[in-house]
Each structure stands twice: as C-alpha cells, then as structure tokens.
C-alpha cells in the first residue's frame, strides 16, 4: 500500500513536471533571444503549435511604435503570405543622412499552416536598433483554424513570475567595440577582402608562372649546349 502511494506521487509529480515545461516553452519566443543595440540583425519569431486538434494558421507581431525600426524585412517562407503596416512616425528620423517619416508597426504571416505537434520560425531582418533601451517588446497574436486566438502580449515585470501569456521579448547588448552596423559598409568590406584575395591570387599565379618559363628556358638552353658539344665530337 505504502509503495503504490509513493509510486503514484512519483507519477503525479513527472506528470506536472512535463505539463509545466510544457506550458513554459510552448509560448511564441523572438529567437536569437539577444542582439546588439544600435544594430542591425536577423531574428526569428518562434511559433509552436501547443494544440492537438487544430493548426495555427496566422501570426500577427505588433512592433512596438515608441521603439520605430526603419528596416523590417520579412524572408519568404512558401506556403505563407507576408502583410506589412507602417504608420506615421509623431517625430520623423534621420537614418544614414535620410530623414524617415514612417516605420513598420505591424507583420502579418497568413495562409500557411503549423500542425498540431510543430512549430515554424518567421525570419525578420531588422534595424536600426534602439541603442538607449535594453530590450523590445513585441506583441504576437496567433490564430488557429478553429477561429481560436491566443493572445501573446503581456509584459514580464521585473521581480515577478513570468505571465501566462509572456510577450516575445529581444534583449539587447552593448555592441562590441569596432563592430560596423550597417549591412552596406559589411557588403563593401566583404567586396574588398574579395578583390584584393583575387588580386592576390592572380599575382600569385603570374608569379609561379614566370618561374617556371625561367626553369623551362635553362633547361632548353643547357640542353642546346649539350647538343652543340656532341656535334663537335662527332665532326672531330
């Protein structure tokens, strides 16, 4: 009797181990979870499906408007269609001597389709990131095929337990000393690491070159002497 009671509360207690985790990691999760302030990344939108009898067939991500990015770049993912919001910004930035008047506020990815039991990451390139702030929040809305909606938007405050349902959330670092945040500065060193690697490389090859035609040309030339050598012996 003793052993079935302590067996049963052994099972109990797994059994609301792997239902808690379950719950903990089955939220929507911007991934990587970090990125340099001031900057430019690529970041994921991390969508489980944590319902067994119907698919999620719609995600919504509201970028936050006191926090404007100039760039948001969704990738194509097949099967999915891409909608992009921007509003008027109230106080217009200056980005790369530009003056921008509006930001993206809102993604949509619509038309596809995550199965109860998988998940499907949303890639977004994005920047400039806040460099005054330590973290953005964004707020996900996800739609599944039975017209349930899970509402991912509340905020964790600090010191307390996580909310049932937590908003995404990017930390953001301090930026490494001498790192370049702008994609065209990264896409211009990368073509002059690439030029000087293929001129290089030509100089090499131009230089192997010549020494073997100098190599070629003793060698024809010893072998003309030593010809030259053996006519004179045989005409003597």
Request: aromatic share 6%; charged share 20%.
């Amino acid at each position: 009797m003793k052993t079935s009671r302590v067996s049963f509360a052994a099972a109990l207690a797994a059994g609301t181990v792997l239902v808690l985790s379950g719950t903990a990691f089955a939220h929507v999760s911007v991934q990587p979870g970090d990125a340099a302030k001031g900057g430019y990344a690529t970041i994921n939108f991390k969508v489980p499906n944590e319902r067994d009898n119907a698919s999620t067939t719609q995600l919504e991500v509201n970028f936050p408007v006191d926090q404007p990015l100039t760039s948001v770049m969704p990738q194509d993912i097949p099967g999915w269609t891409v909608t992009i919001e921007k509003s008027k910004l109230d106080k217009p930035l200056t980005v790369h001597g530009k003056q921008v008047n509006e930001a993206v506020t809102k993604v949509t990815w619509s038309g596809g389709k995550i199965e109860p039991g998988k998940f499907q990451q949303f890639p977004v390139s994005v920047g400039k990131l806040p460099d005054n702030a330590d973290q953005m929040v964004f707020k996900a809305i996800q739609t599944y095929d039975n017209n349930e909606v899970v509402r991912w938007i509340e905020e964790t405050k600090a010191g307390a337990a996580e909310p049932q349902n937590p908003a995404p959330v990017l930390k953001l670092t301090a930026a490494e000393a001498g790192a370049d945040d702008h994609h065209d500065d990264d896409k211009s060193a990368a073509a002059a690491k690439d030029e000087k690697g293929h001129d290089e490389a030509a100089k090499s090859t131009s230089d192997t070159t010549a020494r073997a035609l100098g190599v070629a040309g003793i060698v024809i030339g010893l072998g003309g002497v030593a010809f030259g050598v053996a006519s004179r012996r045989r005409a003597s």
